[in-house]
Every structure is written in C-alpha cells, then in structure tokens.
C-alpha cells in the first residue's frame, strides 16, 4: 500500500504527491519472494527494508545510493547508465509489452487516468495479437447460433 513518501528534504514521511499516488499496488511474486528474503535482513534493524549494505544502517541520500551501489552495479552488469527513476518506466513499458491490461498499468503506476498512461508508453502497449480475435473466440459460438 502506498500512502505516504519519504523525502531527504522532509525530516518526516509526507503525503504522496497527488491523491491517485495513494493506491493499493498487485505484487508480483518474484518481486514479494525477493522483498521477504531482504526482511530477514534488515526487520530487526528499524524496520527499513532497504539498507546500506556496506554500513548496514539506513540509506542517508539518493547520491549515496547513486554512487555507492547502483552505478556499480549497472556497470557489474554492462548496462549503460540510467538513472534509478528509470525503473519505473522500465516496469511499465514491461508490463505493456507482455500485454498487461492498460488499465492495471495505470493503476499500479498511480497515475489518474489511462490516458496518462496510453500517452506516455503507447509504443509498448502489445499489438501483437490478431485484433478482434479475443471477442470472436468469446462471443463468436454465440452470434453463430443466433443466425441459425
């Protein structure tokens, strides 16, 4: 559940930005596998999930991230910079691709309508598939016996 954001700047967690950023997001199951082996890491340490793993205390900025661990690991990984904002986008146009329900996507990014979502990521949406193929196998048994 997503219902309030941490910034460096902010002493305290915060509201979200706008009100469709306060959602319920579907987990996907390698991605709560993942998030249940890192809580056997950290739950006793402050309840963060995430931590410094070469301090093992909590994370004190974006740079230290950006510096210390991510740009290490896209290079580990031979991928060219980007930088962690990035993800987001790369989880939609991924999950568009694989011809998740435009909808869902935009619910699970939080943005308030589809058309938000159908904009920015249209050349991903999958269409691939024969158009009109999915309705002609529901309802195409059906229209048939009607003719007869």
Do not use: C
Request: proline share 3%; no cysteine; charged share 20%.
């Amino acid at each position: 559940k997503i219902n309030k954001a941490h910034t460096y700047a902010a002493k305290n967690d915060e509201s979200t930005k706008t009100k469709s950023s306060n959602r319920e997001i579907d987990m996907l199951p390698h991605v709560e596998d993942a998030l249940i082996n890192q809580k056997q890491h950290t739950l006793l340490q402050g309840g963060k999930v995430f931590l410094n793993p070469h301090t093992g205390k909590q994370w004190t900025g974006d740079q230290q991230i950006r510096k210390g661990f991510w740009i290490p690991l896209l290079k580990k990984a031979d991928v060219r910079y980007r930088n962690p904002y990035q993800t987001r986008h790369t989880f939609a146009s991924m999950m568009l691709s694989a011809g998740e329900n435009l909808a869902w996507v935009s619910a699970q990014m939080g943005h308030s309508n589809v058309l938000i979502t159908a904009k920015t990521y249209a050349r991903w949406i999958n269409n691939n598939e024969q158009h009109g193929s999915k309705a002609a196998e529901m309802y195409g048994q059906h229209l048939g016996n009607i003719e007869n």
